[in-house]
T-cell receptor
Framework: IAGITQAPTSQILAAGRRMTLRCTQDMRHNAMYWYRQDLGLGLRLIHYSNTAGTTGKGEVPDGYSVSRANTDDFPLTLASAVPSQTSVYFC?????????????FGPGTRLTVL | GQNIDQPTEMTATEGAIVQINCTYQTSGFNGLFWYQQHAGEAPTFLSYNVLDGLEEKGRFSSFLSRSKGYSYLLLKELQMKDSASYLCAVVDSNYQLIWGAGTKLIIKP
């Protein structure tokens, strides 16, 4: 089934631990995005990639890093997790890096940092 | 600063019509999206408006007035499955996508 997959579905993590959230798409989209969604707030962009090999910082990049080695995969790494990173994380993709393109979202990863 | 305002929560009755408003103050405008998000699920695309006026897609319509910084999503013949959050997002002059916090719509039988 075409679309975006994310792993894990949920995770409880001790503060200070390193964690990588995985995201894979099979739509051959050029652009990919990582958002976090917190209660009462809109989706906030963490990092994005307009094409394989390039990445950029979004609105809330601190404490997170990404890589884009190929078209399909866009992992998000928390080097040393803190409780304020407790959130639901969504990966998304679009055909191009133009923000007027429709974005397609993965099912999300619910992360709790204790 | 950039701001998008939507009501936090709305309640409507099955079979009725509901209008969800979105007002925005952004640095420029290059389009407005509406997405639907069921609880615990991913947002999914509903509509995109860049010109003033009403666009209809089945039971859902989206309206835009750029001069007023205003949009609404109109849902007709409400069904229980329409219970969800509806997210408004604006593309600003720098082509950044700014998201509202969403409106939770509760449908009652």
């Amino acid at each position: 089934i075409a679309g975006i997959t994310q792993a894990p579905t949920s995770q409880i993590l001790a503060a200070g631990r390193r964690m990588t959230l995985r995201c894979t798409q099979d739509m051959r989209h050029n652009a990919m995005y990582w958002y976090r969604q917190d209660l009462g707030l809109g989706l906030r962009l963490i990092h994005y990639s307009n094409t394989a090999g390039t990445t950029g910082k979004g609105e809330v990049p601190d404490g997170y890093s990404v890589s884009r080695a190929n078209t399909d995969d866009f992992p998000l790494t928390l080097a040393s997790a803190v409780p304020s990173q407790t959130s639901v994380y969504f990966c998304a993709s679009s055909d191009s890096g133009t923000s007027t393109d429709t974005q397609y979202f993965g099912p999300g990863t619910r992360l709790t940092v204790l | 600063g950039q701001n998008i305002d939507q009501p936090t929560e709305m309640t409507a009755t099955e079979g009725a019509i509901v209008q969800i408003n979105c007002t925005y103050q952004t640095s420029g405008f290059n389009g407005l999206f509406w997405y639907q998000q069921h609880a615990g699920e991913a947002p999914t695309f509903l509509s995109y408006n860049v010109l003033d006026g009403l666009e209809e897609k089945g039971r859902f319509s989206s309206f835009l007035s750029r001069s007023k910084g205003y949009s609404y999503l109109l849902l007709k013949e409400l069904q229980m499955k329409d219970s969800a959050s509806y997210l408004c997002a604006v593309v600003d002059s720098n082509y950044q996508l700014i998201w509202g916090a969403g409106t939770k719509l509760i449908i009652k039988p």
